[in-house]
């Protein structure tokens, strides 16, 4: 199993350290555009390798894509973070060249690669990777949902002073401040519905709080988060190398699940040998449903601004 991450950057290292934690991978290449800087990363955590106990093998490379070929996995963290009062849409201008480009690049050495995205705006850089390769669809696959359901769990364990192993729960559609549609009606602690316990005034709360997760962090970390984002990515690539058929909250290519069609958004899929198994439909209220609409126009409305 070999594990390209473009992108050295907090994400991308983050990535890498989780996935040679968990020792599932006989290889990570760790590629980016600036001089030096992944050598480096992949130096700094191989000396890591005998106090953490992995055997995964971490290189780094500057830019030369050969040495990715033969790529089970690549995931996609290159391009700019957001600063403190960004959105992730801003982002659009230099990040969908920079993911347009990686993603060729990655295909021509490995045509059997399944991406995982990360780049933001995420929802936006998958669907760029549907429109410019000839990728089956269940090979392109957007981290986003992933990352905000595990902001959510950690929401619902502070509101309830629960731990958070004892809470279950998923967010589904854009991955962006406004579009998340965390499932307050489906969350649970140990199987019973978390409306038993909290106020829907105290949920909505919760709510609120998972939407701007990753602004809040932004602003007092002055730059993106990385622990959680790289935790999630390594989940996610963990479930496809092991042939997991795990369920997460992902950004696939819908047609017609959901009632939407032509995009790229979180909604519960299987994660396997295969990358995108099968796209889980579950029952969503109908105010859930209402939301699901509204944040699939806005991320239509940014994927309007890419020029495919
Ligand atoms: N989807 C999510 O849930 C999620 C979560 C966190 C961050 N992100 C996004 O991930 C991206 C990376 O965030 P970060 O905090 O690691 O940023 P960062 O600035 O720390 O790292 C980005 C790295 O990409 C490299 N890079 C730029 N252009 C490149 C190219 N053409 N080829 C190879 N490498 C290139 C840079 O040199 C840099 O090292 C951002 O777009 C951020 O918004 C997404």
Redesign the pocket.
């Known amino acids: 199993m070999k594990v390209t991450i ?9 990535c890498a350290e989780y996935i040679a934690i968990k020792d599932f991978a006989s290889e990570v290449v760790i ?4 001089e030096g ?2 050598e480096g990363k992949a130096m700094d955590l191989m000396q890591t390798a005998s106090l953490n106990c992995f055997d995964t093998k971490i290189t780094g490379i500057t ?1 030369d894509y050969s040495k990715t070929a033969g790529s089970d996995i690549a995931v996609i ?6 600063k403190p009062g960004m959105t ?1 849409e801003e ?1 659009i201008g230099i ?1 969908a ?2 993911v347009k ?2 993603a060729a690049s990655l295909i021509e050495h490995s045509p059997n690669v399944i991406l995982m ?6 929802d936006t ?1 998958t669907y760029l990777v549907h429109k410019t390769t000839d990728l089956p669809k269940n090979r392109i696959i ?3 949902g ?3 359901s595990a902001r959510f769990k950690y929401r619902l364990a502070e509101a309830l002073e629960a731990p958070i192993s004892d809470i279950d729960g998923m967010v589904i559609g854009g ?1 962006s401040d406004t579009g998340m549609v965390p499932l307050t009606a489906h969350a649970t602690r140990n199987s019973i519905k978390v409306s038993e316990f909290l106020s829907e005034e105290r949920l909505n709360q919760v709510a609120e709080d998972t939407k701007v997760g ?1 602004a809040t962090l932004t602003k007092l970390l002055g ?4 622990y ?2 790289g935790a ?1 990515v390594s989940a996610m690539v963990q479930a496809i190398a092991c042939d997991q058929k795990k369920m997460f909250p992902c950004s696939a290519f819908l047609e017609g699940e959901y009632g939407l069609e032509d995009i790229c958004i979180g909604v519960p899929v299987l994660l396997g040998k295969n990358g995108i198994e099968k796209i889980v439909n579950i029952e969503l209220t109908e105010a859930e449903k209402a939301k699901m609409q509204e944040s699939a126009e806005g991320v239509r409305k940014t994927n309007d601004l890419l020029e495919v």
């Open positions: 473009v992108g050295a950057g907090a994400v991308g290292a983050s590629l980016d555009i600036k800087f992944a830019n963290t290159s391009g700019i973070p957001r992730r982002l990040n060249g920079i480009s990686v995205v990360v780049s933001n705006p995420m850089m957007g981290m986003g992933a990352l905000d991955h990753g730059t993106s988060a990385w959680a984002p999630a």
